[in-house]
Structures are given as structure tokens and as C-alpha cells.
């Protein structure tokens, strides 16, 4: 089998989670903002999801700063990368389905 090249991951991972970073506090600003009566759930989901990127942002600058790690904190951001989307994928359908109001 032919060895892969690197695609240096970190490079997308990075802005991408800072997006969806400030999108997720955006969400939680405009929840507390709009005094949503059963928001303590909902907020708590937001920052939950303000930690998975959070820590996919670290971890992806510090795939980009390390010159003997990288491949492991680019792995890393990766999978905390993907379960963030998971989440904010599973708190959408939530707030779309009406379960939380």
C-alpha cells in the first residue's frame, strides 16, 4: 500500500472550530438575552458544545506549533472536532424538533 501524504488537518480545523466556537456562544448570548423560559438546558448544551471546539482549537494549534507531536494533536483536534459537530448536530434537531422551548 502507498504511503499517504500528510494533509496537515490543523490548518482546517482551526478556523472552522473557531466559527462554530463563536457561533455556539453566540447561541447562548442570545438565549440569556431573550430570557428563554427553559433555557438552563439548553445553555448548558451550549456550552458543552463551546468546550468540544474550544479544545479542537487548541488542540489543532498545537498540531500546527509541535514539530514532533503534531500528528497526534492533529488527531486529537480531529476527533474532539467531530464530536462537537455530533453534539451541535444533536442540540439542533432538539431545538428544531420543539423539545426544548
Known sequence: MAEREPQFLGQHI???SANLLG???AIFTLIRALNIGASTLIDEMAI???FFFLGSCLCSYASMRSRKRWILYERIADSIFI????FMSFLTLILAAGVIT
Open 23 to 25: 457561533i455556539c456562544f
Open 48 to 50: 458543552v458544545a463551546v
Open 83 to 86: 464530536m462537537g459537530l455530533a
Open 14 to 16: 482551526l478556523p472552522t
